[in-house]
């Protein structure tokens, strides 16, 4: 029979793991003690404790109705450990985590890994269901998922879309959060903001929301939405060089028979163009007035993201609580967790002992 250990002694288990396999890199983190300092750049010295892509496969994925959907997830890690859910984006999947979710768990942790409605082997349970791809929507995916997983609180911990339902449920139902992870920071929104224009610069970073917003767009992502895939991933992470077999892995999950809709819908409604679920409409009214998020925070940003984010700077303000932002470098792009797996585990156990 295991022993249980105090909630001290699974910290100081942690640790010693990352300061055992991690070498310089905690000592590298160049980080702040509050919402409104300003951190420079994070040194990734020392040799980490796993090279990114060492790992392959989940094995098996689970299955489990969650709310209107019937959710595949990985799950690994101490049972009774402390939860972590960590959520991906997109054009992405779990494989985002492959390294990250094997760090935290070696470390203590129940390390929770879903596919996003419209990813994967997370799949509608009626055919009647709007296919629906508003932010409030991903985002009580996630409670309902912990409600049937009977999860009552975890460490959520993110990046694109994944990062943007983070930041929500912290935002809404921080009962339900224990600390947030967040790469590029603040991200929740509302159609309003979306109608404002931008400088054409900024514009033009933005370019696959425009295509998705006509029906060739529709068309030609749906038709190509492999090769559509890679292109955002080269663009996003320029320095990143993954190989065909890594984005293969990830790409697989794009086949789900609703990424299309979901995807389309999200960008049209973003920009006001589609209509969303009217009994979703009081919670974008209150995200639509930029909620505090005042779980305990941690932002990450790579030094070569080359997809659409806001400076630090602009978004430090909305987090009321326990609060640092970290830029990790070395050619870090859009993926951060599958391009810097280390920094993005440390920063979850960093803020989750927090």
């Known amino acids: 029979m295991d022993t249980v250990k105090t909630p001290e002694e699974i910290s100081r288990d942690r640790r010693r793991f990352f300061s055992t396999a991690a070498g310089g890199i905690a000592a590298a983190l160049i980080v702040n003690g509050s919402a409104s300092a300003q951190s420079g750049p994070t040194k990734r010295t020392g ?5 990114p892509g060492t790992n392959t496969s989940f094995g098996p994925l689970k299955q489990i109705d969650a709310g209107v959907l019937n959710v595949g997830y990985v799950e690994i890690g101490r049972s009774d450990g402390p939860v972590v859910i960590l959520l991906h984006g997109w054009p992405y999947d779990i494989h985002s985590y492959i390294d990250v979710a094997p760090l935290l768990a070696s470390a203590g942790y129940r390390v929770v890994v879903p596919h996003l409605r419209g990813y994967g082997t997370t799949q509608f349970l009626s055919s009647a269901t709007f296919r629906n791809g508003q932010p409030s929507a991903l985002a009580l995916d996630i409670i309902a998922l912990m409600d049937a997983l009977k999860i009552k609180k975890a460490t959520l911990a993110g990046y694109d879309w994944g990062a943007r339902t983070a930041d929500i449920v912290a935002a809404l139902w921080p009962e339900r959060c224990e600390a947030l992870v967040s790469v590029s920071g603040y ?43 890679k292109l955002i991933w080269q663009l996003a992470s320029p ?66 993201n080359g997809a659409p984010h806001p400076d630090a700077s602009s978004y430090a303000g909305k987090f009321s609580g326990k609060y640092e932002h970290r830029v990790v470098t070395g050619g870090i792009g859009h993926n951060l967790p599958q391009e810097a797996p280390q920094a993005f585990a440390e920063a979850v156990v960093d803020v989750a002992s927090s």
Do not use: C
């Not at 040799?47 to 090279?51: E, P, R």
């Not at 929740?188 to 006509?214: C, D, N, R, V």
């Not at 960008?267 to 409409?281: H, M, N, Q």
């Open 47 to 51: 040799a980490l404790s796993i090279k």
């Open 187 to 229: 991200l929740i929104g509302s159609q309003e903001a979306g109608k404002m224009p931008l400088p054409p610069k900024a514009e033009l970073q933005w370019w696959y929301q425009f295509y998705f917003a006509t029906e060739r767009g529709r068309a030609g992502y749906d038709k190509y939405r492999h090769d559509f895939a």
């Open 239 to 304: 320095k990143w060089n993954f190989d065909d077999a890594t984005f293969d892995r990830s790409a697989a999950s794009l086949d789900n028979p609703d990424h299309v809709a979901i995807t389309i819908h999200n960008y049209r409604w973003r920009l006001g163009l589609a209509e969303g679920d009217k009994k979703y409409d009081d919670l974008e009214r209150r995200l639509a007035e930029g909620p505090l998020i005042a779980v305990p925070t941690i932002t990450l940003e790579g030094d070569a």
